[in-house]
């Protein structure tokens, strides 16, 4: 589990840094497009090899496209939205306030209790994003619709997963990644041919090295071990393990991008070190 933990967390937080290089030459939509294209391409290969099953159980499709909506449609379109206001790693932290969304709805739709431990770790974790957010909070006042889309994709990604695990996936294995990304694909290309146009040139090796990256191992891989941990971990702690991603994305701005690192920032990185550490340790004498 704590390999699937830190493969996940390599895998989306390096990613950052790269989507906004990506973006400096490709539109959003497009982008997007290319990137599940691509995931769709390299689980579709994975599961032939493999030959694990295509098939859905039956009566799962409504689940499978509310997650697939949660977790790929609205978290693609409305990160996209939030980035054309804000700097992307801004964006970043509002999108991974989604453990704090998951706790919220645990506790009003599914009257989830919090123990000690995990109420604590959720706190310092709000600490930490909090922190992350301080230092931009006036591009932010500049840019409402810019927090109002980070926060929503933080929110639907909770949705979404919430119904990935209170679904039970019988016989599905990769294949529960495979279809959120085939049915994310279409409305998001055809949103790209009617707002983006046909590209006119060919995006640089740069470019498109790290868009094909992005989809090959950020969406298709980190997202396959995403639902493995959500279907190991309760829900909780599995949405709490995502907290440090924006902080590998932070880390990762200040080494690929040379962006600065402020005081805050670090202690933005050691809460969210504590935060892990009371959600996926067990107390002595348990």
């Known amino acids: 589990m704590l390999a699937l933990l830190v493969a996940l967390t390599l895998a989306w937080g390096t990613n950052w840094p790269m989507f906004k290089i990506a973006l400096d030459e490709l539109p959003v939509l497009t982008f997007r497009t290319i990137v599940l294209a691509t995931a769709a391409a390299m689980l579709t290969a994975i599961l032939l090899v493999r ?9 799962k499709w409504p689940a499978l496209a509310a997650a697939a909506a949660g977790n790929i449609f609205v978290w693609n379109i409305a990160t996209s939205l939030a980035v054309l206001y804000i700097p ?26 919090l123990g000690g431990r995990l109420l604590a770790a959720l706190l310092i974790g709000a600490l930490a994003v909090l922190a992350l957010m301080t230092p931009n909070l006036q591009s932010y006042e500049q840019a409402p619709a ?3 889309w980070g926060l929503f994709a933080g929110f639907c990604w909770a949705c979404g997963t919430f119904v990935v695990k209170r679904t039970s996936w019988a016989g599905m294995g990769l294949s529960l990644t495979f279809w959120q990304v085939v049915i994310s694909l279409p409305p998001i290309a055809l949103g790209a041919l009617v707002i983006d146009g046909l590209p006119d040139r060919w995006p640089s090796a740069a470019a498109l090295g790290v868009t ?3 989809g090959a191992i950020p969406m298709a891989f980190g997202t396959a071990i995403w639902f493995a941990l959500v279907k190991l971990l309760p829900t909780q702690v599995a949405a709490l393990s995502s907290i440090a991603i924006p902080i590998v994305a932070v880390v990762s701005g200040v080494l690929i991008l040379h962006e600065p690192l402020s005081g805050l920032q670090a202690l933005a990185i050691a809460s969210t070190v504590v935060a892990l550490w009371l959600a996926l340790v067990p107390a002595r004498g348990r």
Do not use: C, D, K, N
């Open 51 to 59: 030959g694990e099953s295509f098939a859905v159980p039956p009566g």
């Open 88 to 113: 992307s790693g801004h964006a970043s932290v509002l999108a991974y306030t989604m453990p704090l969304w998951v706790a919220a709805l645990g506790f009003v739709f599914f009257r989830q209790r």
């Open 146 to 148: 810019g927090l109002f």
């Open 212 to 214: 094909i990256y992005t």
